[in-house]
């Protein structure tokens, strides 16, 4: 499976921007997804993430109510909705995936692929 991110770019606090991660490969259904940022000294961190066989999404606190992970099995693409954005969720933001079952989904040691990485700077 190869991951593709984009949709990363310079937003004002309180905007709203969407990233799309395009998978090619493999059944994408059936591949748990997550989303990771990470900013310059500091380890990746779990943003969000779908897990398929049972179709629950978890978040980070930081962005509950805020962020919604969305997918497209059709078009093997999975979306990642940022609203009210602020300051501190400026990071590069990595989407990333997984067939293997039962992986603690907050680590990024429990992914095989991952996208390249966009960058998402929000302005104060």
């Known amino acids: 499976v190869q991951l593709q991110a984009s949709g990363g770019g310079l937003v004002q606090a309180g905007g709203s921007l969407r990233l799309s991660c395009a998978a090619s490969?493999?059944?994408?259904?059936?591949?748990?997804v997550g989303w990771f940022r990470q900013t310059p000294g500091k380890e990746r961190e779990f943003v969000a993430a779908?897990?398929?066989?049972?179709?629950?999404?978890w978040y980070v606190d930081a962005v509950k109510g805020r962020f919604t992970l969305s997918r497209d099995n059709a078009e093997s693409t999975v979306y990642l909705q940022m609203n009210s954005l602020k300051p501190e969720d400026t990071a590069v933001y990595y989407c990333?995936?997984?067939?293997?079952?039962?992986?603690?989904?907050?680590?990024?040691?429990?992914?095989?692929?991952w996208g390249q990485g966009t960058q998402v700077t929000v302005s104060s």
């Open positions: 990333a995936a997984t067939s293997i079952s039962g992986i603690n989904f907050r680590e990024a040691r429990g992914y095989d692929y």
């Open positions: 490969g493999r059944i994408f259904s059936r591949y748990n």
């Open positions: 779908h897990i398929w066989n049972t179709d629950s999404k």
